[in-house]
C-alpha cells in the first residue's frame, strides 16, 4: 500500500471506514449469496458468513473482500467519504447470522429456508452496493436513536457542558476528525446564527457516554437551558 494517499489507515482507523469499501463489500455478499442460490452451493454461504465474521471479529486485514478493495480498488479509484463504521459492522454481522443459518437451514434438509436466506441476503446486500441503502446499516441507527439523545432518556443537555453557547440557543454535534458526514453537516450549520459546538467523541469520550452517542454524526439543537429542541442527525 506504499504511495497510496489516505485519510484513514485501513486497519488501524477502524472507527471509521471508507464508504466505498462498504459497498464493495456488501456487493461481494450480494454476489456470493446470489451465486448459491442460482446454482445450490451451500457451501458459497457458508465461507461469505466465515468472511463476513473474521472481518467483524478479527478484523479487516484478514477478511478477503477487504484486502481487495483496499489492496486493489482504492489504489485505482482514491479513497471514498468516510463514515462511522459501526453501521456497517451491524449489517456485516447480521449478514454473517443470515447466510450462516442458510447453509445450516440447507444442509439440515430445509432447502426451501435456505432459499429464502439466502434471497433475502443476495437482495439487500446487493440493494446496498447499488444503491447505498442498507438495512443493516438503518437498523443501528434506528437503535442508536431509541438508545441515544431522545425525550425518554435525555432530554436536556448540562449547561455546563455548553460552554461557548453564548447563553443562548446552540447546535451542538458529536463529531469524529474523520467523518465526512461530520463535515458536511458544519458546512450545512455555518451559515446559521446559533453557535456550532462540536465534539469529538476520540477526545470526549466522557460525554459520548454520557448522552448515549452511539453514531457520528450526532446533531441537535439545543435551547439556552439546554432542553434537547431538535435532533437532527442520526
Known amino acids: 500500500m506504499a504511495g497510496v494517499s489516505r ?30 442460490l442460482t446454482f445450490g452451493w451451500p457451501l458459497a454461504w457458508a465461507l461469505m458468513s466465515a468472511q463476513l465474521l473474521i472481518g467483524v471479529t478479527i478484523g479487516r486485514r484478514f ?25 456497517p ?21 430445509a432447502e426451501t429456508v435456505g432459499y429464502v436466506l439466502g434471497g433475502v ?17 438503518e437498523l443501528y441507527k434506528l437503535g442508536a436513536r431509541l438508545r441515544g439523545i431522545s425525550p425518554r432518556r435525555h432530554d436536556r443537555i448540562d449547561t455546563a457542558d455548553l460552554d461557548g453557547a453564548g447563553g443562548g440557543a446552540a447546535y451542538v454535534e458529536f463529531t469524529h476528525p474523520l467523518c465526512a ?29 454520557k448522552y448515549g452517542i452511539t453514531v457520528v454524526p450526532t446533531v441537535f439543537r439545543v435551547a439556552p437551558d439546554g432542553a434537547v429542541l431538535e435532533r437532527l442527525a442520526p
Open 7 to 36: 485519510t484513514a489507515h485501513p486497519w488501524h482507523d477502524t472507527d471509521v471506514i471508507d464508504e466505498h469499501a462498504a459497498r464493495f463489500g456488501q456487493g461481494t455478499t450480494g454476489v456470493v449469496a446470489l451465486l448459491g
Open 63 to 87: 477478511c478477503l473482500p477487504c484486502l481487495a478493495y483496499f489492496w486493489v480498488v482504492q489504489p485505482r479509484f482514491g479513497e471514498g467519504p468516510l463514515e462511522d463504521s459501526r453501521p
Open 89 to 109: 459492522r451491524l449489517a456485516n454481522a447480521i449478514g454473517t447470522v443470515v447466510l450462516g443459518s442458510a447453509a445450516a437451514a440447507w444442509w439440515l434438509g
Open 121 to 137: 441476503v443476495a437482495f439487500l446486500a446487493l440493494l446496498s452496493a447499488s444503491t447505498g441503502v442498507c438495512a443493516g446499516c
Open 181 to 209: 458526514d461530520c463535515r458536511e453537516w458544519e458546512r450545512r450549520l455555518a451559515s446559521e446564527p446559533e453557535p456550532l459546538l462540536t465534539f469529538d467523541v476520540r477526545d470526549r469520550p466522557d460525554l459520548a457516554r
